[in-house]
């Protein structure tokens, strides 16, 4: 099993930045990818952005491209999500996921408030 558990959600106005973490523990040896999606009230989950454990290979959903970046420290087996410029759309409940085999994991989610 791993467990994730996010951290570094606020509310802000727009334009500021807010980095978010996402710590695995447990059985974190198999993990795959680690990715980022968010849930806007009353709208599906979307995709925000993903990084491949093995070799750092990262993508982005077009929305946030050029404004949100995505690392990792593989020592911490933690995923941070740097949020700059802001906007009040990407006001959501952000979540991490991870993937080790045939197994994903979700986080608890961390809320992020963009006010306008």
């Known amino acids: 099993q791993v467990q994730l558990v996010e951290s570094g959600g606020g509310l802000v106005q727009a334009g500021d930045s807010l980095r978010l973490s996402c710590a695995a523990s447990?059985?974190?040896?198999?993990?795959?990818?680690m990715a980022w999606f968010r849930q806007a009230p009353g709208k599906v989950r979307e995709f925000v952005a993903q990084i491949i454990w093995s070799g750092g290979m990262i993508s982005y959903a077009d929305s946030v491209k050029g404004r949100f970046t995505i690392s990792r420290d593989s020592a911490k087996n933690t995923v941070y999500l740097q949020m700059n410029s802001l906007k009040p759309e990407d006001t959501a409940v952000y979540y991490c996921?991870?993937?080790?085999?045939?197994?994903?994991?979700w986080g608890q989610g961390t809320q992020v408030t963009v006010s306008s």
């Open positions: 996921k991870a993937v080790g085999g045939l197994t994903v994991y």
């Open positions: 447990g059985r974190t040896f198999g993990l795959a990818n």
